[in-house]
């Protein structure tokens, strides 16, 4: 057996057939030591790739704990749990003095204002042509009445207009421009505007736009529209620009306030773009930071400044302290990860003999482990505050996927190495791995085996309560106390629970990929494969009832005797029932369905019969294929007579070719006595006679294989006591034993004797002898 060193004692198989030497097998009596465990890996062509796989998880491992240990891995806003100082002195920027003179500049920048050309242009092709257009006018009754509104005319203002006219044009036009040129220096707003432009900001000054020129004035030129004193301000504006008091200056005055209305308006956008400007022009404010000055205590609630201190304090270190000390850290981060490594890679190749057999599942289980260590630095180091979560829930659900994928005991041994590197990386103590350890043996012991979608809701709802007392818990004892601290530390444990619930839906999500990537099968698949509603098991029921039966009975037997060992049952019974599927193609030629009449292997011959016999492995293979049944399934039906010899028709073929013999040697001789040894030359090869394999490769199948044996032999004892059951299932044991059928699976002699008891158990329940009672008349005379 696999997993056991043999002695120097020697068995037969059976009887010498055709000269050759008795075969012998060893019997492994004691279990090998690591050293030779060790020993014999080191010659396996599969190590080299392994030991490749296992450098580039170092690496790579190594790579993400560096980068991990030197980022800032704390928020703002939140209780710190140490004190952290300055190694050495440096000149680090002062943000706050930085912040705040760069919003002094933003504050200083002059706001933008936009000129509305439109009523410029009006006020002045208005003013400059309104002489011309009352020139005419014999009287203020000759001129329309909007006009007598629009610029407020009298008797007087129109012969002083009219005056104007018959006059030098020139001279009025000037008046028109310098009042219009004067009015955009003095920029007319509403309230709100007005406000705003009074009182935000530093800057005296304001920035008018006017088409592609731009001017400052000062804000105290800035005319609020809404302001009784308005009439003052245009009368002072014409005024300057050469109207004498009178009736023109009316006129002009008159002429804005008949459809005053804002002549600029806040133009945000480009104020905004002038403020980013002219902070972007501040230089940085640095400020000297001595060695030993502490950057934030253990129970300060960490400021932005303290975060950009921080930050600049580890830039600071790494390029300025001496190298040895850089490369000291790193060389000794690198050395954790390499003796976590090993201690995976240890395990691994000890105790999991399903990934180190396999190089794609060695590089999967790598994969596995450097994605959610990946996970893990890459989420805290995006949000400090979620590492209730992200330092703990990706190694609890890479142990979910091998709990899944192989065992609680990988699962177990992977989920804690994979804390430490957890912890090691985003410099954790020992409360976080207590955490990780908690969630992920909550997630083992409830994944022993998964029968529905409700196994995993229930695993996910046990990981997040776990996972949140335990946060809680660990912050309780380590963190200050205080207000803030019990607040953080309830928020972290609600995340925590949410992260275990995410942990289960996700599972559940992918189960159907991870049982396709990593060739596994989970119990909700065997649940579904049990069903006897498949189309396969129907199918099988239809074709060959006898055959059906026989894998219920063998389903039962083997399933009892898998507890036993504590193999997997539930897989044991599902390969049993599909085990035979094979027979289904051509079920008259055995016996389980046969009902009387001729046996169609009495019309073959011994070779004809082996190729049917032999041939219900291949055609099962072949349903299982087109019915996409599991590679762990499909293994009990090519293994479930492994390499046995069919010793019916190997007698029968040795008889055959005896007799043949015997009458070519008589009708060469005459009479031939029948007591001398066949010759070999007619004694057909015993390995001819057996089936192709491969022999049982799981406990399930070695299992599956010898309940199928016990049942087909006990069903044939006419009287099936329990003593002879037990005979029967010692010698068929001790037979397969020998023939090497368990060579290649880790079953041990002290599983094969549960076996056996079990089987022998099952069996005799099954085939139990009936009470023989007395006849009718016997009783009477009894009585008599």
């Given at each position: 057996?696999?997993?056991?060193?043999?002695?120097?004692?020697?068995?037969?198989?059976?009887?010498?057939?055709?000269?050759?030497?008795?075969?012998?097998?060893?019997?492994?009596?004691?279990?090998?030591?690591?050293?030779?465990?060790?020993?014999?890996?080191?010659?396996?062509?599969?190590?080299?790739?392994?030991?490749?796989?296992?450098?580039?998880?170092?690496?790579?491992?190594?790579?993400?704990?560096?980068?991990?240990?030197?980022?800032?891995?704390?928020?703002?806003?939140?209780?710190?749990?140490?004190?952290?100082?300055?190694?050495?002195?440096?000149?680090?920027?002062?943000?706050?003095?930085?912040?705040?003179?760069?919003?002094?500049?933003?504050?200083?920048?002059?706001?933008?204002?936009?000129?509305?050309?439109?009523?410029?242009?009006?006020?002045?092709?208005?003013?400059?042509?309104?002489?011309?257009?009352?020139?005419?006018?014999?009287?203020?009754?000759?001129?329309?009445?909007?006009?007598?509104?629009?610029?407020?005319?009298?008797?007087?203002?129109?012969?002083?207009?009219?005056?104007?006219?018959?006059?030098?044009?020139?001279?009025?036009?000037?008046?028109?421009?310098?009042?219009?040129?004067?009015?955009?220096?003095?920029?007319?707003?509403?309230?709100?505007?007005?406000?705003?432009?009074?009182?935000?900001?530093?800057?005296?000054?304001?920035?008018?736009?006017?088409?592609?020129?731009?001017?400052?004035?000062?804000?105290?030129?800035?005319?609020?529209?809404?302001?009784?004193?308005?009439?003052?301000?245009?009368?002072?504006?014409?005024?300057?620009?050469?109207?004498?008091?009178?009736?023109?200056?009316?006129?002009?005055?008159?002429?804005?306030?008949?459809?005053?209305?804002?002549?600029?308006?806040?133009?945000?956008?480009?104020?905004?773009?002038?403020?980013?400007?002219?902070?972007?022009?501040?230089?940085?404010?640095?400020?000297?930071?001595?060695?030993?000055?502490?950057?934030?205590?253990?129970?300060?609630?960490?400021?932005?400044?303290?975060?950009?201190?921080?930050?600049?304090?580890?830039?600071?270190?790494?390029?300025?302290?001496?190298?040895?000390?850089?490369?000291?850290?790193?060389?000794?981060?690198?050395?954790?990860?390499?003796?976590?490594?090993?201690?995976?890679?240890?395990?691994?190749?000890?105790?999991?003999?399903?990934?180190?057999?396999?190089?794609?599942?060695?590089?999967?289980?790598?994969?596995?482990?450097?994605?959610?260590?990946?996970?893990?630095?890459?989420?805290?180091?995006?949000?400090?505050?979620?590492?209730?979560?992200?330092?703990?829930?990706?190694?609890?659900?890479?142990?979910?996927?091998?709990?899944?994928?192989?065992?609680?005991?990988?699962?177990?041994?992977?989920?804690?190495?994979?804390?430490?590197l957890v912890c090691v990386a985003l410099d954790q103590g020992v409360g976080t791995f207590a955490t990780i350890v908690t969630g992920v043996g909550v997630a083992v012991w409830n994944l022993k085996e998964i029968r529905g979608r409700d196994d995993l809701f229930r695993t996910g709802l046990y990981v997040g309560l776990s996972l949140a007392l335990a946060t809680a818990l660990v912050g309780f004892i380590d963190r200050p106390i205080n207000d803030q601290v019990l607040k953080e530390t309830l928020v972290d444990a609600l995340f925590a629970a949410a992260g275990g619930l995410v942990i289960g839906g996700v599972t559940l999500f992918i189960l159907p990929a991870i049982e396709r990537w990593f060739d596994v099968v989970t119990g909700m698949t065997l649940i579904e494969l049990r069903d006897s509603k498949h189309p396969l098991l129907r199918e099988l029921l239809q074709r060959a009832p006898g055959t059906y039966n026989h894998s219920l009975t063998v389903a039962s037997i083997a399933e009892a005797a898998a507890d036993a060992i504590g193999a997997n049952g539930l897989l044991t019974y599902v390969g049993a029932l599909y085990h035979d599927v094979g027979k289904m193609n051509k079920p008259e030629y055995f016996v389980e369905n046969q009902r009387g009449g001729v046996n169609k292997h009495d019309k073959l011959t011994p070779a004809m019969s082996l190729l049917v016999i032999v041939g219900h492995v291949k055609d099962g293979m072949e349903l299982a294929r087109e019915f996409g049944l599991p590679r762990q399934i499909q293994h009990f039906i090519e293994s479930h007579h492994g390499t046995t010899l069919v010793e019916y028709f190997f007698q029968r073929a040795q008889e055959q070719a005896l007799a043949q013999a015997r009458r070519e040697k008589a009708g060469e001789e005459g009479e031939v006595d029948d007591a001398l040894p066949p010759d070999p030359a007619y004694v057909p090869d015993e390995f001819e006679y057996r089936y192709p394999g491969p022999k049982p490769r799981t406990r399930e199948a070695a299992i599956v294989m010898l309940s199928d044996a016990i049942e087909s032999t006990t069903r044939t004892l006419a009287e099936p006591t329990p003593a002879r059951i037990e005979t029967v299932v010692g010698t068929l044991a001790n037979r397969r034993l020998l023939d090497g059928q368990f060579d290649e699976c880790d079953i041990t002699l002290k599983d094969l004797a549960r076996i056996t008891e079990s089987i022998a158990k099952s069996v005799t329940s099954f085939y139990h002898g009936r009470v023989m009672y007395k006849s009718t008349s016997d009783m009477t005379k009894a009585r008599a």
């Open positions: 057996m696999a997993g056991e060193r043999s002695k120097t004692s020697m068995f037969s198989t059976g009887r010498r057939t055709g000269g050759a030497a008795p075969r012998r097998v060893n019997i492994r009596l004691r279990e090998e030591s690591l050293l030779e465990k060790a020993f014999d890996l080191a010659q396996s062509p599969r190590v080299a790739w392994s030991v490749v796989i296992l450098a580039g998880f170092i690496i790579l491992g190594t790579l993400l704990v560096v980068w991990a240990r030197e980022r800032p891995l704390v928020a703002v806003g939140r209780v710190m749990n140490s004190t952290r100082l300055v190694r050495l002195t440096m000149s680090a920027e002062d943000r706050a003095l930085t912040d705040a003179a760069r919003e002094a500049a933003r504050q200083r920048t002059p706001r933008t204002y936009v000129a509305d050309p439109t009523f410029f242009d009006e006020l002045r092709n208005s003013l400059d042509s309104l002489p011309r257009a009352l020139a005419s006018a014999k009287s203020l009754s000759d001129v329309d009445p909007r006009l007598r509104d629009q610029y407020g005319l009298t008797e007087a203002s129109l012969a002083a207009l009219q005056a104007e006219g018959a006059g030098e044009a020139r001279r009025w036009s000037e008046l028109v421009n310098s009042f219009v040129t004067l009015l955009q220096a003095r920029p007319l707003l509403d309230e709100q505007t007005f406000q705003r432009a009074t009182t935000e900001g530093l800057s005296p000054t304001v920035k008018l736009v006017i088409g592609k020129q731009d001017r400052g004035i000062m804000r105290s030129d800035v005319i609020n529209i809404e302001d009784p004193r308005l009439s003052q301000a245009l009368d002072s504006i014409a005024r300057d620009a050469g109207f004498a008091a009178g009736p023109l200056r009316q006129v002009v005055v008159g002429r804005v306030l008949s459809s005053v209305r804002p002549t600029y308006r806040f133009d945000e956008a480009q104020t905004t773009s002038d403020q980013n400007t002219a902070a972007a022009e501040v230089t940085p404010k640095y400020r000297i930071n001595p060695e030993g000055q502490p950057i934030f205590r253990r129970g300060d609630v960490l400021t932005a400044t303290a975060l950009d201190l921080y930050s600049a304090e580890i830039s600071h270190f790494i390029q300025n302290a001496p190298a040895w000390q850089v490369w000291l850290r790193r060389a000794s981060l690198g050395a954790a990860v390499l003796a976590i490594a090993a201690a995976l890679g240890g395990y691994t190749a000890l105790f999991a003999p399903r990934i180190r057999r396999n190089p794609a599942r060695v590089a999967g289980a790598a994969g596995i482990l450097l994605g959610t260590l990946a996970a893990a630095v890459f989420g805290s180091a995006a949000d400090p505050t979620l590492m209730a979560v992200t330092a703990v829930c990706p190694t609890v659900f890479a142990a979910v996927i091998f709990a899944v994928t192989y065992d609680q005991r990988v699962a177990l041994a992977f989920g804690t190495l994979h804390g430490v």
